[in-house]
C-alpha cells in the first residue's frame, strides 16, 4: 500500500507562484509512474501533468503546458508540480497520484490506483 500525502498550497495572486509536493510512503516509490490532477468546484477532476518512473518523460494538460513543471526526487519519495504564471482558473484542488502499471493513458484517472488527499490552490485576481 502506498500513501500519498500532497503539500504546498495556499493563495497567491495571479501571476504569482507555487511548488506542491507529494511525498510517498513505501521504498518502491521509483517503481510509480506518478500524475497531478485538479478538481474545481462543480467540476470534474482534470488531467495536469505526469511523469514517467524515471522521470525523463513528462506530460501535460494544454492548460498548463509552458507554465506548470512537473519532476520528481526518488531518493526523496517525492514528486513536484512547480506551477508558474498562475490564472484564476487554476483555482482547484491538487491531488497527487500514482500507478503500480503503466500510464499509456496518463490523462485518465483510471491509470492511477493511489490518491492523495489534496492540497487546495487559491488564485486571487
Known amino acids: 500500500q502506498v500513501q500519498l500525502v500532497e503539500s504546498g498550497g495556499e493563495l497567491v495572486q495571479a501571476g504569482g507562484s507555487l511548488r506542491l509536493s507529494c511525498l510517498a510512503s513505501?521504498?518502491?516509490?521509483?517503481?510509480?509512474?506518478m500524475g497531478w490532477f485538479r478538481q474545481a468546484p462543480g467540476k470534474e477532476r482534470e488531467f495536469v501533468a505526469a511523469i514517467s518512473r524515471s522521470g525523463a518523460a513528462t506530460y501535460y494538460a494544454d492548460s498548463v503546458k509552458g507554465r506548470f513543471t512537473i519532476s520528481r526526487d526518488n531518493a526523496k519519495n517525492t514528486v513536484y508540480l512547480r506551477m508558474n504564471s498562475l490564472k484564476p482558473e487554476d483555482t482547484a484542488v491538487y491531488y497527487c497520484?500514482?500507478?503500480?502499471?503503466?500510464?499509456?493513458?496518463?490523462?485518465?484517472?483510471?491509470?492511477?490506483?493511489?490518491w492523495g488527499q489534496g492540497t487546495q490552490v487559491t488564485v486571487s485576481s
Open positions: 497520484a500514482g500507478s503500480v502499471g503503466s500510464i499509456i493513458y496518463y490523462a485518465q484517472k483510471t491509470s492511477y490506483d493511489y
Open positions: 513505501g521504498r518502491t516509490f521509483s517503481s510509480y509512474p
